[in-house]
């Protein structure tokens, strides 16, 4: 089945490097890439980034221009006769441009591109990945960091940190299973005991349920203990040179407990990998 990838560009380097990312993770599967620009919304996408001068035509014709460029570029490709790729210039505000985008076209992944070694992901910073992470329902978000990129079918890991408390949904769980697939990459669920006090028996249920859901792939279970969340995630990937780390958002819970302002302020969470934000499905 074709999977429908969002990519918002600015046309940056690093916008760029999500979208090459995107085509070799996705090398064997057929694709419909949609180039989504936002030219009016005050933000970092909203920013035209553009090779014409000062002055030359409207903000829309400066925006399709780029686009127009982008997919020529493109055409020269041929790793993957199964890619095909469309554009999209929204006049407006950038979220609800990609709002609408997943919603009209069916998007199954959001792919975001960001500058530096690392994935902006917190929602106490201001920034556009942050905004389109908080915002954007029923649609997963994979951020790549500028300096990532695929080579080789070396065999790769997935962290996914969860607390066990809550169930899954099969489709809220899809892109990672597929991301897992695609990569060559088993998924490494990490439970996190806090107060060294064991699971509980609704948390032995979840832990069952999880197990059903990726049975198709290949994943293992590990425990911490003495140490929180935060450190937790981070140690662990550090220590295992983990290759992507899965975070599930809900409404209210984990995730934010994981990227609070205050934890924010008291460790320095700066995971230089591929972060994957699944969404409650409603």
């Known amino acids: 089945m074709e999977k429908k990838i969002l990519i918002p560009t600015n046309f940056s380097k690093h916008a760029w490097n999500a979208l090459i990312y995107g085509m070799s993770m996705y090398k064997t599967q057929p694709c419909r890439f949609f180039l989504f620009n936002s030219f009016s919304a005050r933000s970092l996408l909203g920013e035209n980034i553009s090779l014409m001068k000062e002055g030359e035509g409207s903000a829309k014709e400066k925006s399709e221009h780029n686009l127009d460029k982008l997919l020529k570029g493109l055409s020269f490709r041929k790793e993957n006769p199964g890619h095909q790729f469309e554009i999209i210039s929204h006049q407006g505000s950038l ?4 709002q609408e985008a997943v919603d009209t076209h069916g998007i199954d992944l959001i792919l ?9 992901i917190n929602s106490a910073y201001d920034n556009t990945i942050s905004k389109v992470i908080e915002k954007i329902e029923n649609c997963p978000v994979l951020v790549v960091p500028e300096k990532i990129q695929l080579s080789g079918d070396m065999e790769r890991e997935i962290v996914f940190p969860t607390n066990l408390r809550n169930g899954f949904k099969l489709r809220e769980l899809t892109s990672l299973i597929d991301i897992s697939r695609f990569l060559n990459a088993g998924i490494r669920v990490v439970y996190i005991d806090t107060d060294n006090k064991g699971m509980t028996e609704e948390q032995l249920a979840q832990k069952e349920n999880l197990s059903t859901l990726l049975s198709g792939s ?3 279970f590990h425990k911490l203990t003495k140490t929180n969340v935060t450190t937790g995630v981070h140690l662990f990937i550090e220590s295992r040179e983990s290759d992507l780390l899965a975070l599930y958002k809900r409404r209210q819970g984990f995730f934010q407990k994981l990227f609070s302002q205050t934890v924010v302020e008291e460790v320095d969470f700066n995971i230089r990998v591929p972060i994957l934000i699944l969404k409650e499905m409603t």
């Open 95 to 98: 979220t609800e441009g990609v």
């Open 112 to 120: 975001m591109g960001a500058a530096g070694e690392s994935a902006p």
């Open 218 to 220: 290949e994943f293992s």
